[in-house]
């Protein structure tokens, strides 16, 4: 298991109600994707190409104001069909987002969020380097 796999597989174990966890690089390129099973996916390959890439191009106009209020940790997004949180990965040069979607009728988004956070933040985020 690549460090890429093993990142998205943690993350999709963290709670039943994720649909859908990805890697994005710098420039917006899907690196790894990771789906729960059986799931009949949202969009297709090409507007996944396309999510992956705004949601870059989205998170680094946030980082434009971060000398003034921080960096972004994450940002939230409730669609009619799909919860969706881009979480910038800054301590990495190979890659900048992890993306992940939620079911709309899901556990309550911030207690996974804060799952997920935990265990980018103890677990799987600062052992990366040395796993990689």
């Known amino acids: ?8 597989d943690r993350v999709q174990k963290v709670d039943r109600s994720i ?9 917006g390129t899907r690196i790894e994707d990771h789906y729960r099973n059986r799931l009949e996916p949202v969009l297709k390959e090409n507007e ?5 890439l705004e949601s870059v191009l989205r998170m680094n106009l946030r980082c434009d104001m971060q000398h003034k209020l921080g960096k972004p940790l994450y940002s939230f997004t409730l669609y009619e069909k799909v919860k969706r949180v881009t979480i910038p990965l800054y301590n990495s ?5 992890l993306m992940i979607s ?17 265990l980018l933040k103890k677990d799987t985020y600062n052992n990366l380097q040395s796993i990689y």
């Open 1 to 8: 298991m690549d460090l890429h796999d093993y990142i998205c």
């Open 19 to 27: 649909r859908y966890v990805g890697l994005a690089n710098k420039m």
């Open 48 to 52: 996944l190409d396309l999510s992956a």
């Open 93 to 97: 040069s190979d890659y900048q987002i």
């Open 102 to 118: 939620y079911d709309i009728n899901g556990e309550n988004e911030y207690i996974i969020l804060e799952k997920v956070l935990s």
